[in-house]
């Protein structure tokens, strides 16, 4: 699993996913989560905006990153 870290409260989805490299730019992460193919703790989530925080993973062609927060 890859660990993103984040210095704010929360990482939005779709920047996530950016920050991760498991999609190559936001227009991606746009189709892809649009399209059903993320899931967040386990469900399908099509919002882009959600709001992930510690604790949290997403998930994306069997490939797993979480927000940790920068110490």
Do not use: F
């Not at 989805?13 to 920050?19: G, I, M, R, S």
């Not at 967040?40 to 994306?60: F, I, M, S, Y």
Request: charged share 25%; hydrophobic share 30%; aromatic share 4%.
């Amino acid at each position: 699993m890859k660990s993103v870290t984040i210095t704010t409260e929360y990482v939005k989805l779709q920047d996530l996913l950016k920050l991760a490299n498991l999609v190559y730019s936001g227009g991606e992460a746009k189709e892809r989560i649009q399209g059903g193919e993320v899931m967040v703790n386990g469900e399908t989530c099509t919002q882009r905006g959600k709001k992930l925080r510690p604790g949290d993973v997403a998930q994306l062609d069997g490939q797993e990153c979480t927000p940790v927060y920068a110490h």
